[in-house]
């Protein structure tokens, strides 16, 4: 049974900095491109950030871009993405995602005040 629990969200101050995590079961991360995806109040769900099997190859919204750093850890069967430099903008639940699996777990709540 397919499974992803993402953690690490919270409430943080313009400026800091989050990790989040996502624990993969059911399946081998290795074998599926990962990505993140965020969900403002009011708002469609946007891609944030996507990387390969691998791992070689990491791509962002313009939004996240040098802010955002996607990672993975296949040994652990785990997905993260640590960020920096919030803004407000960035309020929003953060979902990950194996690429080419239609599964979506619970999301991280992440809000940044101002």
């Known amino acids: 049974q397919v499974q992803l629990t993402e953690s690490g969200g919270g409430l943080v101050q313009t400026g800091g900095s989050l990790r989040l995590s996502c624990a993969a079961s059911?399946?081998?991360?290795?074998?599926?491109?990962m990505t993140w995806y965020r969900q403002a109040p009011g708002k469609e769900r946007e891609l944030v950030a996507t990387?390969?099997?691998?791992?070689?190859?990491?791509n962002y919204a313009d939004s996240v871009k040098g802010r955002f750093t996607i990672s993975r850890d296949n040994g652990k069967n785990t997905l993260y993405l640590q960020m920096t430099n919030l803004k407000p903008e960035d309020t929003a639940a953060y979902y990950c995602?194996?690429?080419?699996?239609?599964?979506w777990g619970q999301g991280t709540q992440v809000t940044v005040s101002s």
């Open positions: 990387i390969t099997r691998a791992g070689s190859i990491t």
């Open positions: 995602k194996a690429r080419d699996i239609e599964y």
């Open positions: 059911g399946f081998s991360v290795r074998m599926y491109a």
